[in-house]
């Protein structure tokens, strides 16, 4: 928890000419942008644009290249919820098992549970709809109620940051718009999200929309300054749909066929 006294900072996380390299080649390069407490930012592009680099960078996975993170003081503790999520799946674990595994690096791996720490999750779990699947393994759950527990570990962790990777790419309806309703009730905690997504219903209602091609920034700002068809042309080309006399804008994307790396 912050102490009391310390001034409630007004940006989280300032990105100043962030670059990565793998090899020789540039991933991200030149990323200007602010993360603000209480808000969520989608960054969203083409695959291959640089999104999950983007992440793992923001959760100390990935040391830059170029620029820097300059992180408020105290740091905020980083929750990340990524997509090549699951080994977890292969071990005989209950849902509130894995919960709990967000308790851990509060209590460290050996103080055992307390009944607070059993309330909380059980709290969390509550608030994804899942509490009736607390006692089934995990591993044989559908995708959907699988992504809401590891939501439910990810809240788990009482973060000021909340990382998603995709978060809703081929979950049911019913999945989606709950983890969609539960990021926003975050952001409305005062946590920052940051999320990676195909959708662009999902990226219309975020505060901040950080679009990507080629690992560099199009543009930054809010949804209605980012999302414009000229400027989603130039990170899709012409797999943008934009109706002349105005209207919706969608991307013909290849959302689904991600998988990550190793997923
Ligand atoms: N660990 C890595 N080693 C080498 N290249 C990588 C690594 N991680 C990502 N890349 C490359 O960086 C680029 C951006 O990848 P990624 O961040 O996964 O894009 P996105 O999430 O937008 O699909 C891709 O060209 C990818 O191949
Ligand atoms: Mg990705």
Redesign the pocket.
């Known amino acids: 928890m912050v102490p009391p006294t310390s001034p409630h900072p007004t940006v989280l996380c300032r990105v100043r000419e962030l670059g990565?390299s793998?090899?020789s080649?540039a991933?991200?390069r030149g990323l200007n942008f602010a993360i603000q407490p209480g808000t969520i930012t989608a960054?969203i592009?083409?695959?291959?644009?640089?999104?999950?680099?983007?992440?793992?960078l923001l959760a100390g996975l990935?040391r830059p290249s170029t620029g820097e993170l300059e992180w408020a003081d105290p740091q905020p503790p980083v929750a990340y919820l990524t997509?090549r999520h699951s080994a977890v799946r292969w071990l005989p674990l209950t849902s509130a098992e894995v919960i709990r595994m967000g308790r851990y690096r509060m209590r460290g791996l050996l103080r055992p549970m307390g009944t607070a720490d059993r309330r909380f999750c059980r709290r969390v779990a509550e608030e994804l709809e899942i509490g009736d699947l607390l006692h089934r393994q995990y591993g044989n759950l559908s995708g959907g109620q699988q992504q809401r527990v590891l939501v439910a570990q990810m809240l788990a962790q009482e973060a000021r940051l909340i990382l998603l990777?995709?978060p809703i790419t081929g979950l049911d309806l019913a999945s989606q718009s709950r983890i969609v309703e539960i990021v926003r009730r975050q952001a409305r905690a005062g946590v920052a999200a940051v999320l990676?997504t195909h959708h662009l219903d999902e990226a219309r209602d975020a505060d901040q929309v950080l679009l990507?091609s080629e690992?560099s920034l199009v543009a930054v700002g809010p949804p209605g300054e980012v999302l414009t068809s000229d400027n989603l042309r130039s990170a899709y080309g012409d797999r943008v749909l934009a109706p002349a006399g105005g209207g919706e804008i969608t991307v013909l994307d290849d959302h689904g066929h991600?998988h990550?790396?190793t997923g």
């Open positions: 990565i793998f090899g080649r991933a991200l960054v592009g083409p695959n291959g644009s640089g999104k999950t680099t983007l992440l793992d990935q997509q990777d995709e990676t990507l690992g991600d990550g790396p």
